[in-house]
């Protein structure tokens, strides 16, 4: 599913963020869904967090990150409403 076609509520998810734009950009766009993203690398998630910190609240509250691997996701199938 495109991100211009995500449903109210629908949960992002980006199992290797990076630096968390795509994310942060779906949220800005979207005001009702919610994202998590995930890295092993330090220094993108570190990136991340730093442009988590930077973006507005009503954009901040709906956006988690976590160190984790992309192969171990912890959604059931289905869950994400895009990836």
Known sequence: RSL???PPGGLVCDPMCGKASLLL??????PLCVAAGFDLAD??????????TAVPPRI?????????????????AGACAAI
């Open 4 to 6: 211009g076609e995500l």
């Open 25 to 30: 950009e779906a949220l800005d766009a979207h």
């Open 43 to 52: 220094a993108q998630l570190e990136a991340a967090i730093a442009n988590h």
């Open 60 to 76: 901040a509250a709906r956006l988690s990150l976590m160190r984790g691997d992309a192969s171990q996701l912890p959604f059931a």
